[in-house]
């Protein structure tokens, strides 16, 4: 191990990279003091069934869907459950109670925050060690396409 990563160790430093660390320990983003949950597959399904226009498109995105999407990020999976087992209709109402309470700067801000917060949910801030599909593969000597590959081993 080199020195580097040794003194690192002994500092109790982290040595995995951030972009690695941000896709697995996001950094926790609020809304008017509502802090954002990580975005579990059950928050995705919720937005699906309430048709919401930040996970799917077909429909502008009103002020009404962004408090949708803040109440229903807000929520851990079993609020999320809670939230929903009264149908879509009664969500609603739950939806109109929680927009009621937030302030106008917070639904100011609201949707930056959660657009970014669902982006890197449905992202990853992971990237291909080759750098993408642009960069040819390090381990292929014949990456370059104009390039035949040779007959030696």
């Excluded at 954002?36 to 937005?47: C, G, K, S």
């Excluded at 699906?48 to 851990?76: F, M, N, Q």
Aim: proline share 9%; charged share 20%; aromatic share 4%.
């Amino acid at each position: 191990m080199g020195a580097r990563k040794t003194a690192a160790r002994k500092k109790g430093a982290s040595t995995i990279d951030t972009s690695v660390l941000d896709a697995f320990l996001p950094k926790q983003l609020a809304v008017s003091g509502v802090p954002l949950q990580p975005i579990t597959f059950l928050h995705y399904i919720a937005l699906e069934r309430i048709e919401s226009p930040l996970v799917s498109t077909g429909r502008e995105c009103t002020a009404r869907d962004v408090a949708a999407g803040l109440l229903l990020c807000s929520l851990p999976p079993d609020g999320v459950q809670s939230a929903m087992a009264g149908g879509v209709d009664a969500f609603w109402g739950l939806v109109d109670e929680f927009a009621g309470r937030m302030s106008v700067g917070g639904m100011m801000e609201a949707p930056a925050v959660l657009s970014a917060h669902l982006d890197r949910a449905f992202s990853t801030a992971m990237r291909p060690a080759s750098g993408g599909d642009d960069d040819p593969d390090p381990l292929d000597r014949h990456a370059d396409p104009a390039t035949p590959p040779s007959s030696e081993p």
